[in-house]
């Protein structure tokens, strides 16, 4: 199993980006899907997370101006970021809980990021 992200780029700030994430290769659920972000010098951090329900969570930071979705059939996670701000300026990595078999706990799997640059 892997994750392939795509989107990102560079933006201005007040604009508009959008990232997908999708899972490929045999397996069997994919539970809890997030999308986290790693800026030069700082650590990862959790920017929003998705359970298979559909539950979201966003950081403080993001509230009211990113949404996290997914499309279980596709077996892919989207984070629409708008009213963009240079502090978005990062790596953004997407992550999911997978279980490839049915005798084997969910694992965890991570893209390989993908730059989000915002310009002031």
């Known amino acids: 199993v892997q994750l392939q992200a795509s989107g990102g780029g560079l933006e201005q700030a007040g604009g508009s980006l959008g990232l997908s994430c999708a899972a490929s290769g045999i397996l069997v659920s994919i539970d809890y899907m997030a999308w986290y972000r790693q800026a030069p010098g700082e650590e990862r951090e959790l920017v929003a997370t998705?359970?298979?329900?559909?539950?979201?969570n966003l950081a403080d930071s993001v509230k009211g101006r990113f949404t996290i979705s997914r499309d279980n059939a596709k077996n892919t996670v989207y984070l629409q970021m708008k009213s963009l701000k240079p502090e978005d300026t990062a790596v953004y990595y997407c992550?999911?809980?997978?279980?490839?078999?049915?005798?084997?706990?969910?694992?965890?799997?991570w893209g390989q990021g993908t730059q989000v640059t915002v310009s002031s």
């Open positions: 992550y999911a809980n997978i279980r490839v078999r049915w005798d084997r706990s969910p694992s965890d799997f």
């Open positions: 998705i359970a298979r329900d559909g539950s979201t």
